[in-house]
T-cell receptor, first 113, second 115 residues
């Protein structure tokens, strides 16, 4: 059971380039989320999804796009990378009800130069 | 909106000693969940312990326990018999009752266990 898989683990982009961070889970979880982690700020929610075809914005959505065409996949797109998007990105998934934990991918360290 | 605050950016403790990490939160909800996650240098987010707001009993997992004060909106983590492997960043997180993987995190506390 692979859990939550993120690719790539590291990426360097030039300002203005676009790219997609991939996230896949094999636990049939309804809920999936994207976070960014910056020093001294914890993890902040970018976008989330409560099921296939349903997405919504989190706390810091600007500059990012998501879609959820299947239960398993939740890619995060950077439309035009900026240095302010240099961060570590985490994807997470969970069931909806009850005291269930969120499972995290191993993160993607993105540097925009 | 809910907020989570960790007021200790860094802490250190001697091996085998006990340390307490602080967390306060703000919410108008009555039912919710609280978590402590550990992030070692590998960057992996590891669940340490969880607490349901409707349970008065404090959660315990081996050497880890919490002091949950609902009225004060406080959720501290106590690590007993600290080990070198406990060195990590620790995050306190809040989740509404039906919010799945939609969590609100604190800023984090970097814990260093010294030999």
């Amino acid at each position: 059971n692979a859990g939550v898989t993120q690719t790539p683990k590291f990426q360097v982009l030039k300002t203005g380039q676009s790219m997609t961070l991939q996230c896949a889970q094999d636990m049939n979880h309804e809920y999936m989320s994207w976070y960014r982690q910056d020093p001294g700020m914890g993890l902040r929610l970018i976008h989330y999804s409560v099921g296939a075809g349903i997405t919504d914005q989190g706390e810091v959505p600007n500059g990012y796009n998501v879609s959820r065409s299947t239960t398993e996949d939740f890619p995060l797109r950077l439309l035009s990378a900026a240095p302010s998007q240099t961060s570590v990105y985490f994807c997470a998934s969970s069931y909806v009800p009850g005291n269930t934990e969120a499972f995290f991918g191993q993160g993607t360290r993105l540097t925009v130069v | 909106a809910q907020t989570v605050t960790q007021s200790q950016p860094e802490m250190s403790v001697q091996e085998a000693e006990t340390v307490t990490l602080s967390c306060t939160y703000d919410t108008s909800e009555n039912n919710y969940y609280l978590f402590w996650y550990k992030q070692p240098p590998s960057r992996q987010m590891i669940l340490v312990i969880r607490q349901e707001a409707y349970k008065q009993q404090n959660a315990t997992e081996n050497r880890f326990s919490v002091n949950f004060q609902k009225a004060a909106k406080s959720f501290s983590l106590k690590i007993s018999d600290s080990q070198l492997g406990d060195t990590a960043m620790y995050f306190c997180a809040y989740r509404q009752e039906t919010s799945g993987s939609r969590l609100t995190f604190g800023e984090g506390t970097q814990l260093t266990v010294n030999p």
